[in-house]
């Protein structure tokens, strides 16, 4: 099977990358095994949130003192504030609606009431530009009876302490009790595929509106629409004040339906998606990777001009750790990270941890190597990058959404 | 020693890698539709860890499970979660019998038989209202379902008579496995593939022996007679893979995927030799193709939109694109490629009365799906889809390889591959 351009990995910057391939005309295929950690994101997107613990309030500024190593530096700090509107724009497109600005980081709210500086944020997230200009006084926090993936003591004195009056109210209707018939599944995701219909949320709305009180603002979790935007939309005219929802517990909703709705996208603008499947072998010859054989796919391997590595950090198997060594498992590519094992880990889960920057070697083209030889036509782009921390700097979406990008400039620039 | 610690800790279903991420859960379309099933997480790897240190605590709402594999091609862990489940169901059947209902929903090849017999018979008493209400009540089969028609002439039958003698005469050959579909109700996709097939120089042979594939008798507990079946198939494909130099063909994904996974994951039967030559005619042709062994000629005048829709086995293989580049290369076929819906029957699971309304509100996303692509008919390569999309939406559903066979060109395809 020949197409322009095989993608390995499905998340967020495979299919940022194989849309932006699909919408010049490029045929694209892209081998995605299982679902992303695209469904642990909570509804924002962050370009660069922190530098050696300090807060980062203007991201585009900071971008030029990061270390040589990071992929915003090899793409170009000059570069960044343009892929990052295509990037917001790629993502309206696809119909998530997000909010921000990349020359100035706002604050999202995590499940646990903790606020964090973010680029992009769903417009149905609760979302603060200024703390010292809150978007809402009194706050009515709405949690559903039963409910596992809201600590929602947590998340009503997290809001106190950014400066909320908060109102707590518990409620159920008939779809919620009858769900908790099943004990284990009070989860995000099953709570929304059951309150979806107009006549569920109307039932949400009556409860909402009779408990609000004198609240300026209603916050719910944010259990509405798997697939589409449809369900919050209804529900927020149906709501009598300003509504906003809550990021959750993972797998999140909101997670999700961004997932679904890229994915669709991409199909759309006639991309293939291999669900479940995953890139086992490539075929090297001379400098340029010829072929890759799939898991399922077997003895009739994927051919195409050029190739991309998607495929994750350690939780999404794009990288390995053994006993011995940390490597890239479908090719054996170069990557950087430390020999010794000592090193990798710091005690102190919150300490700052080496693993966390580990990933593939790239070239300021974002090509990868093996056995430092160049490899002329893969490149590597998203968690499975060298050189970022996904959890201490805050940069993990905004480097797959920037690399993708980047990357597909690169493949189209080529022919 | 390392490697020893990490290979012995991995059990053939990776249980071991489950992390608990709850993802399996967000897209099994049971636990979307109802409280009674714990959900592929529960079912699966965590009621394992229970059900090892004593079968007890096996839950019988395992069998709600519509084993569409859905959870497995989720997994971001590769853990076999519905392979899990379906050994517990097997686990837990041993020493009990089956249903008479279930026994005879089962036995596809049984029930075909005796109904090709008196198929205008048959066929006009399974549809009637009378008939209907009987099974339902007596037999809990749903009698909103109508069991699909029988054919007056086995494939079989009409293979030795019409088409058998000319396959010899072709330069290539390969073995069609036609399953009980083709062979007691619709002979007509067998019919395509042999004129599609003859059409770019293959001749196309039956195996010795072919029996139904179980995938009915798997899902319905009966897993002795499934055995027995699958070691006789799995005779006749090693004699035609090995023997005769015969790759076997099929044309349905649930029989495909239950030769190729099922045999050795659920009933033990290895059949991981021949394995790479079982496979969807699609998949052989697109690679005949894509090689340029081979050219196909369409219709000038063909002009029709249809909708894709990816069958749930058929996701599990990962072979759905074999099938939709294929019919892109049908210049007058406009093709939409659905989102992958479970269409909710899962074989015989929605003819039974306490599914039905279940099944139909699975099936209910992909319904809404195929209404708003406002297309003339819909292609699948499950017999099983085919008769669910047909009664839920209206609108014909047709295999890829009969799309193929009627836009084909057939004069201008031998001749652009040289057979006389």
Excluded at chain 1, 11 to 37: D, E, F, N, Y
């Amino acid at each position: 099977m020949r197409t322009d351009t095989v993608i390995m990995g499905g998340g967020l910057s495979g299919l940022t990358c194989g849309i932006a391939l699909a919408k010049r005309g490029q045929r694209v295929t892209i081998v995605a095994s299982g679902q992303s950690t695209l469904l642990f994101n909570g509804g924002s997107m962050e370009l660069l949130g922190n530098i050696d613990g300090t807060p980062v309030t203007y991201p585009l500024e900071t971008i030029a003192s990061l270390p040589e190593g990071h992929p915003y530096r090899k793409i170009g700090a000059d570069r960044i504030a343009s892929l990052a509107d295509e990037a917001k724009q790629l993502l309206l497109d696809a119909g998530i609606n997000v909010e921000g600005d990349a020359a100035a980081n706002h604050w999202r709210v995590t499940p646990m009431g903790v606020a964090k500086h973010a680029w992009l944020t769903l417009s149905e997230n609760l979302r603060i530009d200024d703390l010292k200009q809150l978007p809402a006084r009194r706050l009515a926090l709405m949690c559903i009876r039963g409910f596992f993936d809201e600590p929602n003591s947590m998340l009503a004195n997290g809001l106190k302490e950014l400066g909320f009056e908060v109102d707590k109210h518990e409620f159920t209707t008939d779809e919620i009790t009858k769900l908790r018939r099943s004990p284990s599944e009070m989860r995000a995701a099953s709570l929304a595929k059951r309150l979806s219909s107009n006549n569920a949320l109307q039932r949400i709305a009556d409860q909402v509106n009779s408990l609000a009180g004198d609240a300026d603002m209603v916050l719910l979790p944010s259990v509405f629409g798997m697939s589409d935007n449809d369900s919050y939309d209804i529900l927020k005219n149906m709501v009598n004040k300003p509504l906003r929802l809550v990021a959750t517990l993972p797998p999140s909703v909101a997670g999700s339906r961004m997932q679904a709705m890229l994915r669709h996208y991409f199909m759309m603008l006639g991309g293939n998606y291999l669900m479940g499947d995953s890139a086992v072998k490539g075929t090297l010859e001379g400098d340029r990777l010829t072929t890759i054989t799939t898991a399922k796919l077997g003895d009739m391997p994927l051919r195409a001009d050029n190739f991309v590595l998607a495929t994750g950090s350690f939780i999404s198997r794009g990288l390995v750790a053994d006993y011995e060594r940390v490597y890239e498992p479908v090719m054996g590519l170069d990557v950087d990270a430390d020999k010794d094992r000592e090193q990798w880990t710091r005690f102190g889960v919150l300490e700052p941890q080496a693993y966390s920057r580990y990933g593939v070697t790239t070239d300021a083209t974002l090509r990868c190597a093996k056995q430092g030889k160049t490899i002329a036509n893969l490149r590597a782009i998203g968690s499975v990058l060298s050189g970022h921390d996904t959890v201490k700097m805050g940069d993990g979406t905004g480097v797959s959404l920037l690399t993708a990008l980047a990357a597909a400039h690169g493949i189209l620039s080529d022919k | 020693m390392a490697d020893q610690m990490q290979l012995c800790n991995i059990s053939e279903s990776n249980f071991e890698q489950c992390t608990k991420c709850s993802i399996c859960t967000t897209v099994c379309p049971v636990a979307a539709v109802t409280t009674d099933y714990p959900g592929p997480k529960q079912a699966g790897p965590d009621g394992e860890r229970y059900r090892l240190k004593d079968p007890a605590y096996y839950d019988k709402a395992l069998k709600l499970c519509l084993n569409c594999k859905r959870c497995e091609v989720a997994c971001p862990s590769g853990v076999h979660i519905a392979d899990i489940i379906q050994k517990a169901r097997m686990r837990s059947s041993e020493g009990h019998r089956a249903s008479l209902r279930d026994t005879m929903l089962a036995n596809t090849d049984l029930l075909g038989t005796v109904a090709n017999l008196v198929a205008p018979v048959a066929n006009a008493t399974l549809g009637l209202a009378p008939t209907k209400l009987v099974m339902d009540s007596v037999m809990a089969i749903d009698k909103h379902r109508t069991f699909p028609a029988y054919s007056r002439q086995k494939f079989t039958t009409w293979f030795k008579r019409h088409a058998a003698k000319q396959q010899d005469d072709f330069g290539q050959h390969v073995s069609y496995f036609h399953g009980c579909y083709v062979n007691y109700n619709f002979p007509k996709l067998g019919q395509d593939l042999v004129k599609l097939l003859n059409a770019v120089g293959y001749g196309v042979h039956l195996l010795d022996k072919e029996q139904c594939c179980g995938v009915a008798l798997i899902a319905n507990g009966l897993y002795k007679q499934a055995k027995r079946q699958a070691r006789v198939n799995a005779d006749s494909i090693r004699k035609s893979v090995n023997t005769d130099h015969r790759t076997v063909l099929t044309t349905s994904s649930s029989c495909t995927f239950n030769l190729r996974d099922e045999y050795p994951a659920v009933l033990d039967v290895d059949t991981s030799d021949v394995r790479d030559s079982i496979m969807l005619a699609t998949r052989f042709i697109y690679n005949l193709v894509d090689e340029e062994k081979i050219k196909l000629i369409f219709k000038q005048d063909y002009k029709r939109r249809m909708a894709y829709h990816t069958a749930c086995h058929m996701q599990r293989m990962g072979w759905q694109l074999y099938s939709i580049e294929l019919l892109r290369m049908i210049p007058g076929l406009d093709l939409v490629v659905l989102e992958q819906d479970c269409c909710g029957i899962s074989g015989t699971y929605g003819f039974k009365k306490e599914n039905y309304e279940r099944s139909q509100e699975i099936g209910s996303v992909l319904f809404k799906h195929i209404a708003d692509a406002q297309v003339q008919a819909v292609t699948t390569d499950c017999e099983t889809c085919k008769w669910q999309i047909e009664m839920s939406t209206g609108l014909p559903v047709e295999n890829p390889i009969s799309v193929l066979a009627d836009a084909l060109d057939v004069e201008a395809t031998r001749q652009a591959n040289n057979i006389n």
